[in-house]
């Protein structure tokens, strides 16, 4: 195991290298650069001059890349061009909203997703299967942005059973504790915020679901097939074994390597932002910042940082499914 995770390591570091020196040449090769975003119409030749100057784009090349490189490390990314305010204050703020989303969304979908691939397999040709693959066409198939809009007027404005936007309702005094409302409420024992926070999570949850939910429902009917036809598992049914057992021991364990890539895949993709689904919600987490940080402002500060962040989540799942093939599979760790 150890040497599985020392390895995984190695290759991680040489991945988020690579990543930060594609980072670092793509901020100098935009149009204008930072400087330009920076001081926006106030640009002169002399401002500009300054400008080089104090930021160090005037030394060379190797020297920029240098400094770079420990302000990734130590954290500092500057200032945000939009606010002015440090670029980690910035997405700490927003970060813990997304987290919270994209938790619930996947767990949603590994909730249902898991279970109902597991049945249609077990179904093959039937009702119950057919029905399943009209599902999961449909959930993949449909933009998310409609879908949201259309769960929004439905349920928020028809049958008013869901609020229509935000993170929890106007004047619920709650108190800040992770940033994860419906955690925190849970913490300070303040369960009328946190039951209310749950009431404006479920709906942006499902419609942020949806698409991750039809892809695991898919890869698991799939590789549950796969292993049913496979020898061991006839083996296993001939020599009188138990369907629990079989089920449990053989079929299940044997699915779950490609069912838990994806799973890691998509919860990567979910905490890197759900643009359009915050927007649609007005949910204000990672997705909402990168959108106000692209459109006006050039936020290169910030959205460099995201992109780095980004980088940093998908590299922490894919070494947390690596783990988990170890475990699922004790042949990895020999390999």
Excluded: C
């Amino acid at each position: 195991m150890l040497r599985v995770v020392s390895r995984r390591l190695i290759q991680l570091f040489i991945t988020l290298l690579a990543l930060m020196t594609l980072i670092f040449f793509w901020l100098r090769s935009l149009p204008g650069g930072p400087v330009d975003a920076l001081l926006g119409e106030r640009a002169t030749p002399e401002t500009r001059a300054r400008l080089i100057k104090a930021l160090g784009y005037d030394e060379p090349i190797w020297v920029q890349y240098g400094h770079f490189l420990k302000n990734v490390v130590t954290g500092n990314f500057g200032n945000s061009i939009r606010t002015g305010e440090p670029v980690m204050d910035v997405i700490s703020r927003s970060f813990p909203a997304t987290v919270e989303l994209a938790v619930a969304a996947i767990i949603i979908a590994i909730g249902l997703g898991v279970p109902l691939g597991y049945l249609a397999a077990r179904h093959r040709g039937r009702a119950l299967d057919n029905a399943t693959i009209i599902l999961t066409l449909v959930g993949i198939s449909i933009p998310i942005f409609f879908l949201g809009y259309l769960l929004k007027d439905w349920l928020t404005q028809s049958v008013h059973l869901f609020p229509p936007s935000g993170r929890i309702s106007t004047g619920m005094d709650n108190t800040d504790v992770t940033g994860l409302f419906v955690l925190d409420g849970l913490l300070t024992r303040e369960f009328d915020a946190s039951a209310d926070a749950l009431w404006h999570l479920v709906l942006p949850a499902l419609t942020l679901a949806t698409i991750p939910l039809a892809i695991i429902i898919r890869i698991t009917r799939a590789s549950v097939l796969d292993v049913l036809d496979a020898d061991y598992i006839r083996t296993a049914e001939a020599k009188g074994l138990r369907n629990p057992t079989v089920r449990k021991r053989h079929v299940l364990r044997n699915a779950m390597l490609p069912v838990v890539t994806i799973i890691g895949l998509q919860t990567g993709a979910l905490l890197a932002g759900a643009v359009l689904t915050e927007k649609v919600y007005n949910w204000g987490g990672l997705g909402t910042l990168i959108t106000d940080s692209i459109s006006g402002s050039r936020d290169y500060p910030v959205l460099q940082a995201l992109i780095l962040l980004a980088a940093v989540v998908f590299i922490v799942v894919n070494l947390l499914v690596d783990l988990s093939y170890a475990i699922i599979d004790p042949r990895v760790r020999v390999r």
